[in-house]
């Protein structure tokens, strides 16, 4: 088990710019899920998958955010045109379908500043 | 609509003494589930402990323990003999039945000191 990974753990970006996150689930976790946080706040959901079925998405996900998990394994999340109100962590979790299925393990997000 | 609440932004306590950490909560679903995460400066999100609703006793695992009053919507952290590594963030969160999101607090920051 080695955990939840996201990719890059750091990103700088100009305003404006596309910028793209990578997040790669627990192996034999079916359920993935992205989450914002700003500083002095708790994480906020944004959207979840179930395989690669995307099941869930907040109003917080305005038209300039997609996330894809194609087949089911890593997922990715795209901000488009980024603003400087889109800095914070993102972070990516998941889970399973099982008996223990109301955990998620969180990976160590990326952050991004946006200038 | 569901609501955590965390009235303590920061905390202070010696090492070895326990400590409590305040979490009240708001739903009109009678099946939900509480979860305490840790989160240290290098932001990963640690699971602590987990309530579920209906269960009858109050959770606890190793050095935490979850003080549940379901009356009250309260869900508190307990945490005894604090260690200097216990300082961190601790956030308390929410997930109603039928939903995948967990919806968090804004976190208390605690701080162990020798």
């Known amino acids: 088990d080695t955990g939840v990974s996201q990719d890059p753990r750091h990103k700088i970006t100009k305003r404006g710019q596309n910028v793209t996150f990578r997040c790669d689930p627990i192996s034999e976790h079916n359920r993935l899920y992205w989450y914002r946080q700003t500083l002095g706040q708790g994480p906020e959901f944004l959207t979840y998958f179930q395989n690669e079925a995307q099941l869930e998405k907040s109003r917080l996900l305005s038209d300039r955010f997609s996330a894809e998990r194609p087949k089911g394994s890593f997922s990715t999340l795209e901000i488009q045109r980024t603003e400087q109100g889109d800095s914070a962590m993102y972070l990516c979790?998941?889970?399973?379908?099982?008996?223990?299925?109301?955990?998620?393990?969180f990976g160590p997000g990326t952050r991004l500043t946006v200038t | 609509a569901q609501k955590i609440t965390q009235t303590q932004p920061g905390m202070f306590v010696q090492e070895k003494e326990a400590v409590t950490l305040d979490c009240t909560y708001d739903t009109s679903d009678q099946s939900y589930g509480l979860f305490w995460y840790k989160q240290p400066s290098s932001g990963e999100m640690i699971f602590l402990i987990y309530q579920g609703s209906y269960d009858e006793q109050n959770a606890t695992e190793g050095r935490y323990s979850l003080n549940f009053q379901k009356a009250r919507k309260s869900a508190n952290l307990v945490i005894s003999a604090s260690q200097l590594g216990d300082s961190a963030m601790y956030f308390c969160a929410m997930r109603e039945t039928g939903f995948q999101k967990l919806v968090f607090g804004t976190g208390t920051r605690l701080l162990v000191s020798p």
């Open positions: 979790a998941s889970s399973t379908t099982g008996q223990s299925s109301y955990e998620q393990y």
